[in-house]
């Protein structure tokens, strides 16, 4: 019974309390730059995903092999192994995706969230329960880089791409925002304010919980 | 391009922060104080200058001859890491004034998307070594450029009212947005123009 509760609350945290993008900024670095587009957000999701899983399993299957002095080390080698090996894997079955992402694909290997993930979680805990943490935080990350995604495509160029399935090329048009759309928001300054709008709702939300359950509010700011 | 080209280039135009997005993390955690936002931007200065260098060595001399270059992202991490631990060294046997002023910043550099992506750009561009030394100072340049103005900003905003829940990080961001916006203005018409 307990076992199967500490295993939800690993999957869950990763999604809202934990979130790597939202709270703990830790998926922020080379994420939202390819929240352009909704196509690219979820494929960066999904590669984020992929390694996160892979490199907890191997850390915490190694973490009594590798000694204290080099771990960051080993960290750093299996992360950038794994994100080689899941580069290799897009350039040759989704070529179209990896044209997109360019060179974030490749800066995967230097995502703040998986490093943490690494360092802070599956050094000190059993194989399944990292691969279960690392499942929360890759769908948690997807989920907030979609949404960034959504308001930015939707708002600043009015459509909505997902990818191309038999004969369909993939790009949803939304009526009467196309013609004139907040280009702004499509350029890196609008990955800048959508961030901090949404972030400032989350801790709005946040704190009004926080005040509902007769908490005290701190100042609003977490990290 | 010529050598003025890409100092415009990776310190305004393609600015690293505003335009690339990369290094976030470390840009929101040390612009809090304007001493740490300096410190943190000469460190990357000298870690990007010289990962930059160091980087088109190995990728000329010998990913490049063997035909091993998928092997590009393990080395150059690898490159990184050793770089910033000598560097750590360097300032810890030197003086206390340097390793109290830099030593404390480098570890941030360790694994930082800023650095690899400096390196992986200058690569992909195929600059010559020298070109790659001055895209890597330039681009650090931009670094420091930004995360000093932003310091400064968050400083003053700090005397300022602002909503509860737009405290600390979310401001940061969308006066981030705002500085990415008038950074906008150094696109390549700007370039051609100055440069005739």
């Known amino acids: 019974m307990t076992s199967r509760n500490t295993l939800s609350e690993d ?26 587009k909704v196509s690219s957000a979820l494929g960066m999701g999904a590669a984020v995903a992929i390694v996160l899983i892979a490199t907890n399993f191997l850390v915490s299957l190694l973490k009594d092999f590798i000694p204290g002095k080099v771990r960051t080390l080993a960290h750093v080698a299996i992360i950038a192994t794994l994100s080689t090996i899941v580069n290799l894997l897009m350039h040759a079955y989704t070529p179209a995706l990896f044209a997109d992402l360019g060179l974030y694909a490749q800066l995967i290997a230097v995502n703040c969230i998986i490093i943490d993930r690494a360092n802070s979680f599956a050094r000190e805990n059993s194989a399944g329960r990292s691969v279960v943490d690392a499942l929360g935080m890759g769908i948690g990350f997807t989920l907030a ?21 038999a004969g369909w090329n993939g790009t949803l048009i939304i009526p ?3 013609a004139a759309p907040i280009k702004v928001l499509g350029m890196s300054a609008g990955a800048f304010l959508v961030f901090g709008y949404l972030k400032a709702m989350f801790n709005a939300y946040r704190m009004r919980k926080a005040s509902g359950e007769g908490a005290d509010i701190k100042s609003g700011q977490i990290a | 391009m010529t050598y003025i080209g890409i100092i415009i280039t990776y310190t305004l135009v393609q600015n690293l922060v505003l335009v690339d997005l990369l290094g976030l ?9 304007l001493d740490s936002a300096a410190g943190l931007g000469l460190a990357m200065v000298i870690v990007m200058s010289l990962a930059a260098l160091l980087t088109w060595v190995i990728y000329h001399l010998v990913l490049l001859p063997l035909g091993i270059t998928f092997l590009q992202i393990l080395t150059f991490l690898l490159i990184i890491v050793g770089l910033v631990q000598i560097l750590e060294m360097i300032t810890k046997w030197s003086s206390g004034a340097l390793h109290s002023s830099l030593g404390s910043y480098l570890p941030m550099l360790t694994v930082n998307c ?4 400096i390196a992986l750009i200058a690569v992909n561009a195929n600059y010559s070594a020298f070109e790659s030394l001055f895209a890597g100072f330039s681009a650090g340049i931009g670094f420091l450029l930004v995360t000093v103005v932003m310091a400064s900003i968050r400083e003053r905003l700090d005397l300022e009212w602002i909503p509860k829940p737009f405290r600390g990080i979310p401001i940061a961001f969308v006066s981030a947005g705002l500085m990415a916006m008038a950074f906008l203005g150094f696109d390549t018409a700007f370039l051609r123009n100055l440069l005739g």
Not at chain 1, 11 to 36: D, H, Q, W, Y
Not at chain 2, 114 to 117: M, Q
Request: hydrophobic share 50%; with cysteine; charged share 10%.
């Open chain 2, 114 to 117: 800023a650095v690899l992506g």
């Open chain 1, 176 to 178: 009467g925002l196309g």
């Open chain 1, 11 to 36: 999957l869950m945290k990763g999604l809202v309390r934990e979130n790597p993008i939202f709270m703990t900024l830790l998926g922020l670095c080379p994420a939202l730059a390819v929240s352009n």
């Open chain 2, 25 to 33: 993390y470390s840009y929101v955690n040390v612009t809090r104080r």
């Open chain 1, 145 to 165: 880089l979609t949404l960034i995604a959504l308001l930015r495509e939707v708002l600043g160029n009015g459509t909505i791409t997902l990818f191309p399935v």
